[in-house]
């Protein structure tokens, strides 16, 4: 029954265009963390390692969650297509089976291409001498890749519940919204009417990804963790998951 699994990933791993996102990601996440790039705030410079990861690591987060929604989009669907989906009930698998294991593939996938990126953090902390930060690498990852799984279910789900572009637009809004709530918030502070009706409607709406990630950077540099942001990003991959087997296709 893994089968399906391992046959979804082999399919994600032969997609080129996924290898030149990631590449072109990771050069911006070295080009950042290692000054060629100059990040400030209020005109002074960041270099400190404790300040420089959570810039980083939500860049990291944004392009993950770009590449977790290409990953994830229309992957279902398009088994029903090729008609590969009537071979699996013939041998009498669900399809609540069927589509955990296609998404699960997607989940792999996603994870797999964020930890590249986040590689290429945890290999300059190295060379900057920052022991410390490595020794958290992992639980840090653990914690970090949350939203990024969170990201590919639910576009995952959009994908057996929409149409395709409407799925995708959907997908990519829910990430940037999500990724990109400190910016949110301010805007809904300075404008007014409508627009801040609108803007805090997203903000209720949508799950912060990013306060569940930026624990990831707190964590990594020995800072306290807020527990509830984590638990944030696992309720939205939660969400997802239970999306994912209540969602169902008409053509099975």
Not at 115 to 134: N, P, R, S
Not at 138 to 158: E, K, Y
Not at 192 to 197: A, D, E, H, L
Not at 212 to 233: C, T
Request: glycine share 12%; with cysteine; net charge positive.
């Amino acid at each position: 029954m893994m089968g399906i699994m391992k046959n979804a990933l082999r399919e994600r791993l032969r997609r080129k265009d996924i290898y030149v996102v990631m590449g072109i990601g990771l050069l911006i996440v070295l080009l950042c963390m290692s000054g060629t790039v100059t990040l400030s705030i209020d005109g002074v410079p960041v270099t400190d390692i404790s300040m420089l990861l959570p810039f980083v690591l939500n860049a990291v987060s944004v392009i993950g969650g770009g590449i977790a929604v290409a990953l994830s989009l229309r992957t279902i669907p398009n088994e029903y297509e090729k008609k590969t989906s009537h071979l699996v009930w013939m041998r009498g698998i669900s399809q609540k089976n069927y589509h955990g294991q296609l998404a699960l593939a997607n989940v792999i996938s996603s994870a797999a291409a964020v930890f590249v990126l986040y590689a290429g953090v945890m290999i300059f902390a190295g060379i900057k001498g920052e022991t410390d930060v490595l020794l958290r690498s992992i639980p840090g990852f653990l914690i970090f890749v949350c939203g990024t799984a969170g990201v590919s279910l639910f576009t995952s789900a959009m994908s057996l519940a929409l149409p395709g572009m409407a799925a995708g637009a959907v997908s990519v809004a829910v990430m940037l919204a999500g990724t990109m709530q400190p910016l949110l918030r301010t805007l809904s502070g300075i404008v007014s009417g409508v627009s801040r009706g609108i803007l805090r409607g997203i903000l209720i709406l949508t799950p912060d990804l990013y306060a569940a990630e930026s624990q990831a950077g707190e964590f990594l540099v020995g800072n306290q963790v807020d527990i509830h942001s984590i638990l944030g990003g696992m309720l939205f991959l939660y969400a997802g998951a239970m999306m994912i087997t209540v969602f169902q296709k008409k053509e099975a």
